[in-house]
Structure formats: structure tokens, C-alpha cells
């Protein structure tokens, strides 16, 4: 919360204006250029901000939920509304002992078998994870230990709550095979599920150029910026660069991210 709050303010300071409570009903787009949107407020008034540059992050796949998709090229924009996420579980363990060989407590772990697809996934799951205390021990207090843990899945099965809660009761028994004691050494655990972690899945038919560009094809003085277009890396990486790239087309200027 006051990572957000630091940006909007500092959006203001820097001659943003920032409306709550406001949605975006429409990207106005007139003889193949954007001239602004329309916005409704929390009272359901309507009035159009006009504007000569457009920034959308709506993730890509919605854009055409408020942009006219007749703008586009026909195949780019079919291709853009097809593009599918993914999801994640991201178990947090507090340990009161570490049972894990001492040659993996400062460095991240993987196995590329964690689930098998057979108990109801579509891929086996993988999973990464590291001792979050000994990187940073204020993580957790004296004598006892963070773990934190990713595992994708897709977007369907992260919204299957029996799948999840599946899910979370096997990575236990993995755990507890490959570290015999594991299930004792929980104080407890955390396991936050989520359906669309990132925007986009980095598969070979949708990751790089083949995402979103920044400049929206067909229609000018539209950008698009967030995890779903073109940047580097993932999540929060990817939607910083892609703002960045975004930043140096409108203006010109050299952000260092190309």
C-alpha cells in the first residue's frame, strides 16, 4: 500500500492528476487516431477527456472491451485477444528448523517435478524456492526461518480452489520426501494461489516480439505499457521496462531500456 500511495504522490508532484473511483468506458479513436477517453465516475456521470497520446495498460486480451477492435489490423488483433496468462502458488513456510542440506540454504532451489500432470494439471508443476531469512535475516525472527516457494499453473487451474487446496497438500508431501522432517519443522504456512500472475506466458508463440509492441499498430497516438506488451523479463520486470520503452517513444528522450 505505501509503494502505491510513493508513486501516486509522486505522480501528482509531477502534474498528474489522478481520478478514484473512475473507470474507462471508452478509447475514442477517430479516423485511425486516438483522440482521448471517455470516463464514467462513481456517480455514473460520462465526459470525455480529450487527448493527442493515449497510454493504456489494460492488459492486452481487454483492450478491445474499450477500443473499437475494427481499428486494428484484423489478424493482430485477433492474435492479442488469444494471448493467455498464467497463474502461480506461492507458498510461504515458517520453519522452526532448517532440515534442508546446509549447501541449499543461500541459494534458490528448483525441481522441475514437483506435481506430476496426472493428479489433474495440465503440465507436471514445477516449483523454485530458497530460505528467504538467510538472505535477509529480519525475514524472520531469532531461531526460526522464512521459506518462500513459486510454482506456476495455468490460469484455469488457478481458479479451481479443490485443485489448489490439492495442490498445497502435495507440495507438502514433496517437501517432506526430499527433506525427511519438513512437515515438523512448520510453525505454519501461507499459501497464496493466483489465476493471472503474469499477463502474458512466456511460451514460445507469445513471449518476446511476438507480444503487444508499445505503439498500437493501426492507430496513432496510442501506447500500450503493463506486463502484457513488449519488455523484458516477467511481471513487475517486463511492466517497468515496457513503461520505460513506452516513456522514450512518446517523448523522445533515453531511458536506457530499448
Known amino acids: ?36 477517453v471517455v470516463i464514467e465516475d462513481a456517480s455514473g456521470a460520462s465526459r470525455k477527456i480529450a487527448a493527442g497520446k493515449v497510454v493504456s495498460n489494460i492488459p492486452i486480451q481487454d483492450a478491445f472491451r474499450v477500443a473499437d ?22 507458498p510461504y513456510f515458517g520453519l522452526n ?18 506435481i506430476p500432470k496426472e493428479e489433474g494439471f495440465e503440465y507436471d ?35 479451481d480452489k ?10 507438502i508431501d514433496y517437501l517432506e520426501r526430499r527433506y525427511p522432517g519438513f512437515r515438523k519443522s512448520i510453525d ?11 499477463g502474458v506466458a512466456k511460451s514460445k508463440t507469445q513471449a518476446g516480439t511476438l507480444k503487444a509492441p508499445v505503439e498500437a499498430p493501426g492507430v496513432a497516438g496510442l501506447y500500450f505499457a503493463g506486463d502484457t506488451v513488449k519488455g ?12 520505460l520503452i513506452c516513456a522514450s517513444r512518446i517523448t523522445g528522450k533515453d531511458y536506457g531500456v530499448a
Request: glycine share 10%; charged share 25%; with cysteine.
Open 232 to 243: 523484458y523479463g516477467v511481471a513487475m520486470d517486463c511492466a517497468v521496462a515496457a513503461g
Open 188 to 198: 505454519w504456512a501461507l499459501f497464496p494461489t493466483a489465476w493471472k500472475l503474469e
Open 97 to 114: 528448523k532448517l532440515v534442508m542440506p546446509e549447501r541449499e540454504w543461500k541459494v534458490g532451489v528448483k525441481d522441475t517435478y514437483v
Open 69 to 90: 477492435k475494427g481499428a486494428f489490423p484484423g489478424d493482430w488483433a485477433d492474435r492479442m485477444e488469444g494471448l493467455y496468462g498464467y497463474g502461480s502458488i506461492a
Open 125 to 159: 508443476v514445477y516449483m523454485c524456492w530458497n530460505i528467504q531469512s538467510q538472505i535477509d535475516p529480519s525475514c524472520a525472527p531469532g531461531g526460526r526461518h522464512l521459506m518462500t516457494a513459486y510454482a506456476p499453473v495455468t490460469e484455469k487451474e488457478g481458479k
Open 162 to 171: 479443490a485443485l489448489m487446496a490439492k495442490a498445497c497438500r502435495l507440495i
Open 1 to 36: 500500500m505505501r509503494w502505491s500511495q510513493a508513486v501516486a504522490r509522486r505522480f501528482e508532484e509531477l502534474g498528474g492528476t489522478l481520478l478514484l473511483e473512475t473507470r474507462v468506458r471508452e478509447i475514442a479513436i477517430e479516423n485511425g487516431r486516438a483522440t482521448g
